[in-house]
């Protein structure tokens, strides 16, 4: 089945540790995008990435870093440097021209 | 600075009624727009979008637009139990991506 796939579905972190995120889509989708989403709040672009070996920073690219070695993987690393992480965390992925952009099931990241 | 605004809600509605979804956005050149509902704990699905003033209208989904008061708004019509979930509006910007900014949504509660 085609789609895009996160893990893993829950995270731990603890205080000072960087932890890596994995996103990959078989979809064949050029664009890929990583979104912060907060309790009661929108999401909130973090990293995007529109060919392979290029990205740009979002709206709140503090504290994170990502790669796009492959077409289909766009891993997000959450830095000790992210003073703040617990979130819910969405990547997506969007094929030029069309409508609609599709998400991966979300991660949820949890500061212990 | 690019801003989505929504009522954040609850909006609470019997079975059967209209349930109506504002968002007014803050870019006069924007162009499309998208309602997204998300069930909790969920990802986003795309349920909408529109380009055009005036109405699109999709099974129990309208979705309206007016661009000259930077408006876009959802009606569900026969609200159903399922439909109770948060409803985002996002828009897209930046020429040639898919870089979405979301208003926070609104959560709606349809009562049985």
């Known amino acids: 089945d085609g789609g895009i796939t996160q893990s893993p579905k829950y995270l731990f972190r603890k205080e000072g540790q960087n932890v890596t995120l994995s996103c990959e889509q078989n979809?064949?989708?050029?664009?890929m995008y990583w979104y912060r989403q907060d309790p009661g709040q929108g999401l909130r672009l973090i990293y995007y990435?529109?060919?392979?070996?290029?990205?740009q920073k979002g709206d709140i690219a503090e504290g994170y870093s990502v790669s796009r070695e492959k077409k289909e993987s766009f891993p997000l690393t959450v830095t000790s440097a992210q003073k703040n992480p617990t979130a819910f965390y969405l990547c997506?992925?969007?094929?030029?021209?069309?409508?609609?952009?599709?998400f991966g099931q979300g991660t949820r990241l949890t500061v212990v | 600075q690019k801003e989505v605004e929504q009522n954040s809600g609850p909006l609470s509605v019997p079975e059967g009624a209209i349930a109506s979804l504002n968002c007014t956005y803050s870019?006069?050149?924007?162009?499309?727009f998208f309602w997204y509902r998300q069930y909790s704990g969920k990802s986003p699905e795309l349920i909408m979008s529109?380009?055009s003033n005036g109405d699109k209208e999709d099974g129990r989904f309208t979705a309206q637009l007016n661009k000259a008061s930077q408006y876009v708004s959802l009606l569900i019509r026969d609200s159903q139990p399922s439909d109770s979930a948060t409803y985002l509006c996002a828009v897209p910007w930046g020429a040639g991506s898919y870089q979405l900014t979301f208003g926070k949504g609104t959560k709606l509660s349809v009562i049985p």
């Open positions: 529109i380009y």
């Open positions: 870019d006069r050149g924007s162009q499309s």
């Open positions: 997506a992925s969007h094929f030029f021209g069309t409508d609609e952009a599709f």
């Open positions: 979809l064949n989708h050029d664009a």
């Open positions: 990435s529109q060919i392979v070996n290029d990205f």
